[in-house]
């Protein structure tokens, strides 16, 4: 009874860390928003600019979400110009959103700057708050 006991254990044991071990090693979906965050910033000239972050689960941004000009634009992460020094965000009409290299950890910390389709700056030296 108590080799039994023993065996079991050991299967049990062992089947939970393949478990955990295949959860671990599964793809994460870049796209899908796992993390929400919101960051207000004073801007150049008084100006004031709220952006909402979405993160997905590697804490890499999807999208910024932004009131510019008198309507929201939600600005999807541009991996064509985004690199480990700076991170760029466009929707499909133009607007765009620069700044260092944003994460879900340092996120609060970096300073933005929103253009418009004609490169016209609409919120330029953005800092947190």
Known sequence: MMKALK?????ALSAGLIASASAATSPINANKITKRANVSYTCQGGKHLTVSYGFNAAGVP???TARVNGQNRVMRYDLNH???VSSFFK???GYRLG???IDSRNYRKASVMVTE???RIA???CMPR
Do not use: E, G, L, M
Not at 7 to 11: G, T
């Open 7 to 11: 065996i079991f254990s050991a299967v």
């Open 62 to 64: 999807v999208t910024a």
């Open 82 to 84: 985004s690199d480990n």
């Open 91 to 93: 929707d499909a009409r």
């Open 99 to 101: 700044a260092s290299n």
């Open 117 to 119: 389709p004609n490169n």
């Open 123 to 125: 919120f330029k030296s």
